[in-house]
């Protein structure tokens, strides 16, 4: 499979210029199962629709390994049926008139295949599907489920390039969208297709992508694994837009309250309290005891009161309050506290995210880590 190329496009709209993308360039790598993440009107979409030729550029170009397709300069435009790419939009688009069949081969007939293949190829991409049994059916007398694989199938079996998804699983229920996001984390396995897919749920980019980009309004905020995506944000949008429950941000500028810890733990760290203007706190990493004597000294800490446990079935989300400030934090384990109970909480130094005046995060150079602190007084004591 080649690499998709997008060097510097862009995509504006009307007399007035309205720009749906902004000078994106990004690489989709052989076999990557690459997820566009971000919220509405980001410009995603009009990405996808860019690669599949279905959106003229403004600007810049597209390569597909080393076939240009597109180029808003050069003039050059290869219409979607010659690109070699499969699209499965978020309506399913499947014949009301044909059986699953039907609907599965529609594509291979179209390109004149023999019969023999054409019922080879379609028997073997139905049972990998597990749809096989519903050949003789007509869409109508599928669930949702049941159709979104039969979309998958037909394009699959006219074996494309690339396959492209636009928010293919959002008409489905939570149980179906948890069964076709493990379906198509198979079949990206089986088949090794190029996939570019398209959707604003975050724990589907984190659970099927290799690579995700993410995006905000018409521009490229970052591009990652999950792993980095996650866990090394380059900014405050994408650490807030990635994360359930969302990663607390706490605003410096105060020397009070959780600003306050904030602001002694960096002291403590030989940080600059004028370039590092707030801070992140992932739910899952902060940690409570009654005991002040047990918190860790490299750790940022503080007191709070526990002002609300949330059971969420299997786990908790802790509410925790500090001088007119809220952290959530996560636990796995049944919580042993009272409600209204005066805690002190610490976070582990290099789980701490910190950003600038930009929302820009401090460089990986200056990631704290437990060993630029040395065992000394903790904040209060």
């Not at 810890?261 to 590092?276: I, N, P, Q, W, Y």
Request: aromatic share 6%.
């Amino acid at each position: 499979m080649p690499t998709i190329a997008l060097r510097n496009i862009s995509k504006h709209y009307g007399k007035g210029g309205v720009k749906a993308v902004a000078d994106l360039s990004l690489e989709v790598a052989d076999g990557d199962f690459m997820c566009l993440l971000g919220p509405s009107g980001c410009g995603k979409t009009t990405t996808l629709r860019m690669i599949a030729g279905l959106e003229n550029l403004t600007d810049g170009e597209i390569a597909v390994g080393e076939r240009l397709v597109d180029s808003a300069n050069k003039g050059v435009f290869v219409p979607p049926e010659r690109r070699e790419m499969g699209l499965v939009f978020q309506s399913y688009a499947l014949w009301p008139h044909l059986t699953i069949e039907g609907n599965t081969d529609f594509g291979l007939r179209l390109r004149n295949v023999s019969k023999a293949e054409r019922q080879e190829r379609v028997a073997r991409v139905m049972t990998t599907l597990g749809i096989e049994k519903y050949r003789d059916r007509y869409p109508s007398e599928l669930s949702g489920g049941q159709q979104q694989r039969v979309a998958l199938a037909r394009m699959l079996v006219v074996n494309p390039e690339v396959l492209l998804l636009d928010e293919p699983l959002s008409n489905l229920d939570a149980r179906l969208r948890l069964e076709m996001r493990t379906e198509l984390k198979r079949i990206h396995g089986e088949f090794g297709t190029t996939i570019v897919f398209v959707t604003h749920d975050q724990w589907e980019a984190m659970t099927l992508a290799t690579r995700i980009a993410v995006m905000n309004n018409g521009t490229l905020q970052q591009v990652g694994s999950p792993e980095d995506i996650y866990d090394r944000p380059a900014n405050r949008f994408v650490a807030e837009f990635v994360g359930n429950p969302p990663i607390n941000i706490i605003e410096l500028g105060s020397a009070d309250g959780l600003a306050g810890s904030a602001a002694e733990f960096l002291k403590r760290h030989g940080k600059d309290t004028l370039m590092v203007t707030s801070i992140g706190l992932r739910p899952e990493a902060i940690r409570l005891t009654r005991v002040k004597a047990d918190l860790p000294d490299a750790d940022l800490c503080g007191p709070v009161v526990l002002s609300a446990i949330l059971p969420t079935g299997g786990s908790w989300i802790l509410e925790l309050g500090g001088d007119g400030q809220k952290l959530h934090a996560t636990t796995n384990v049944t919580p042993v506290w009272d409600d209204r109970e005066h805690l002190f909480f610490h976070v582990a130094a290099d789980a701490v995210h910190m950003f600038d005046g930009d929302g820009n995060r401090i460089g990986q150079d200056d990631t704290i880590t437990t060993n630029d602190v040395t065992a000394g007084d903790l904040p209060g004591q």
